[in-house]
């Protein structure tokens, strides 16, 4: 009979506790597989989306960050616009390149809200990545031009069967005709799901005559940036937002999460830790006549330790692969599990299966499990086989 064996044996004698220590060592594995994955997964993918943006800076009016955060990635409701003319003030900069003026608002059609964005054609130049699909970008009034998730939406919805297709809309209760002169080519971000029009009918259309709502401007030397928000804010009811601005609060939304997450995580551990621990306790109790047998056939201490510690691991590292497998399914639904408690979410699946997160699950569990069964194992390795034979 080999060590093995033996442990399995072991293990298998005391099933009730083995799998309560292996449920609690499981949750634990579970908890810190879906969070590092999940993180990583968000970050990843909103990093991703504000590439996306093409843009260095954001201009838009003043208020709170965490709105100017929300209208940026999620379209959100506008509080405040901008004069119009801060566009020709931001391109007189130096170190801008590029200045591109949105106006933002949405339509209704077929019972469902659709956003929409009025742009210049250098929203071309800010966003290199952009390709038509089909037909062109919108010139004229009445013209637009769909993401490639919203041509879908549409066509599934009713009424629109390509390009050069005519749909009528509602904002604010008033019937618009638009022309569907273009599609655009796939972008794996927010621009798949937005309608976009020319930037003076967008004003006409949400009665934002001589206004917008933020001007995306690239910048021609990054290492200038901090001088450049600063002349940016210089001009009057002007806030300036940069790509490094909003990772960073999106980092911290994520991070006050993660330490509620880690306290919950500290105790799963802590509670499975201590279920391993009394396991192996009841088991050195359970089992002083068949140590102390081993021992007077000529097993040393160190094997005897050994035997022990490798039970307690052995728990840890099944509960380890149970947690695994579980995380695995709850980051595979991880778009609808952070949705719940988390404002911003990227347009891109934040489901992400971590490389680092699958080895923290696996080392920080064994650990504990080592932790928690060196001392049963101790206990077991120092009894003497006369006494333990006695006290039997």
Not at 203 to 228: A, K
Not at 302 to 327: D, Q, R, T
């Amino acid at each position: 009979m080999n060590v093995f064996t033996i442990v399995f044996d072991g293990i298998r004698r005391r099933k009730i506790r083995s799998i309560l220590s292996v449920i609690g060592i499981a949750i634990a594995a579970m908890a810190l597989f879906t969070m590092v994955s999940l993180r990583e997964g968000y970050e990843t993918a909103m990093e991703s989306e504000l590439d996306q943006m093409g843009a260095h800076v954001v201009a838009l009016a003043k208020g709170c960050p965490y709105e100017a955060v929300a209208l940026i990635m999620m379209g959100g409701e506008v509080p405040d616009t901008l004069s119009a003319d801060v566009v020709d003030e931001i391109e007189k900069i130096p170190n801008v390149a590029i200045a591109a003026p949105n106006a933002l608002g949405a339509y209704e059609h077929m019972g469902e809200m659709h956003s929409v964005a009025g742009i210049t054609p250098k929203e071309k130049e800010v966003k290199p990545g952009w390709e038509v699909a089909e037909g062109r970008f919108p010139e004229n009034s009445g013209e637009v031009m769909l993401g490639s998730e919203k041509a879908a939406m549409l066509a599934e919805e009713g009424g629109f069967d390509g390009v050069g297709e005519q749909i009528t809309v509602s904002v604010d209760g008033e019937a618009e005709d638009l022309e569907i002169v273009g599609i655009l080519g796939e972008t794996a971000s927010r621009d798949d799901n937005t309608t976009y029009t020319t930037l003076e009918f967008a004003q006409r259309l949400f009665d934002q005559e001589d206004e917008v709502i933020t001007v995306n401007i690239q910048l021609n030397e990054l290492g200038m940036m901090d001088d450049t928000v600063e002349q940016l804010e210089e001009i009057p009811d002007v806030q300036a937002v940069t790509v490094d601005q909003v990772i960073g609060t999106v980092q911290g939304m994520a991070g006050t999460g993660e330490a509620m997450l880690m306290a919950v995580l500290a105790l799963a551990l802590l509670i499975g830790g201590l279920g391993t621990m009394n396991t192996m306790l009841m088991t050195v109790f359970e089992r002083t006549r068949e140590v102390a047998l081993m021992k007077a056939m000529g097993a040393s201490d160190g094997k005897i330790f050994n035997l022990f510690l490798m039970e307690g691991v052995a728990i840890c590292l099944v509960g380890s692969f149970i947690g695994i497998a579980l995380g695995g399914g709850a980051v595979w639904a991880g778009d609808a599990l952070l949705s719940g408690f988390l404002p911003l979410m990227p347009s891109q699946t934040v489901s992400l299966f971590s490389g680092q997160a699958l080895a923290l699950s696996l080392a920080f569990p064994v650990g504990i499990g080592v932790l928690s069964a060196v001392y049963p194992a101790l206990r077991a390795s120092r009894l003497e086989p006369v006494e333990a034979l006695k006290n039997e």
